[in-house]
């Protein structure tokens, strides 16, 4: 096996990191085409907005695994670079060290001066410690807690990590951000698909709303940030999903929550 190398995403390998996303079978399923294709102009956006914000480990040519950030500061202006997301999707590569390489990249990187703090070092790091791991595969929390990190601002997901002596950051609140309804949307189900950080999410919003509207019976229309970037923006430039004119809470990785949510419209 070839020596792990982690490289910056860059317009060139833009691709590599919109990939590593998509599940087994991406390449013959249309909806994870489309994903992949929205997560490429997401990455694109990002680069033009923030220069470097992701990594991708390779197995020489072989993406095997990404971490992907971006900066925060807390009302005192500590800043940290947040990591929104940390995957290596193969089981058969996990417990190698790959995630841990990938960490040590952006800690790295984040202890030298840089553009996203004035030119100083960041303060620190935090991470979304997100639940939700498979069979065999170590948890968010855990391997966060294993390099440092700790709970903090009472948020079960959210962690930090010093990289400056005596720094206390205070995270905001995470906002909600619901979609806007338009008068068309009350009689059918809108599917607002943004161009995502994540491909899955990307799928299971589309694969939610067709669920939704066999359950009301209800016409079902995709918006499209990347090819209907007008209406997109006109719904609030945020992804959703809006039955009947109302936004939905739940999404079918909580199929429960969101059949109890439908029988109350």
Not at 180 to 205: E, N
């Amino acid at each position: 096996m070839s020596a792990t190398r982690i490289l910056p995403v860059a317009v060139r390998n833009a691709g590599d990191l919109a990939m590593i996303c998509a599940g087994e079978g991406a390449k013959s399923d249309p909806l994870w085409e489309r994903a992949t294709k929205a997560k490429r102009q997401w990455v694109r956006d990002r680069l033009a907005e923030l220069g470097t914000f992701a990594w991708v480990a390779y197995n020489g040519a072989d993406p095997i695994g990404m971490i992907q950030c971006h900066p925060d500061r807390d009302t005192m202006g500590v800043g940290v670079a947040l990591i929104d997301c940390i995957w290596v999707p193969k089981k058969s590569r996990w417990g190698r060290g790959i995630g841990s390489k990938l960490l040590a990249e952006v800690e790295a990187t984040m202890q030298r001066q840089h553009r996203w703090f004035d030119g100083k070092p960041a303060d620190g790091m935090a991470a979304m410690a997100f639940h939700g791991e498979a069979e065999g595969q170590q948890s968010a929390e855990s391997f966060y807690l294993h390099h440092g990190f700790a709970h903090v601002g009472g948020d079960p997901d959210l962690m930090f990590k010093p990289l400056q002596p005596d720094t206390v950051w205070t995270p905001t609140p995470r906002a909600v951000v619901t979609p806007t309804s338009l008068p068309d949307d009350q009689a059918r189900v809108t599917v607002l698909l943004g161009p995502l950080s994540c491909p899955f999410q990307y799928r299971i919003l589309s694969k939610t709303g067709t669920y939704v509207g066999e359950k009301l019976g209800m016409t079902v229309v995709e918006v499209d940030a990347v090819s209907d970037p007008e209406r997109y923006l006109a719904h609030g430039g945020h992804p959703g999903i809006l039955a009947g004119g109302r936004p939905l809470d739940y999404d079918l990785l909580q199929r429960e929550r969101l059949d109890k949510e439908l029988r109350g419209l």
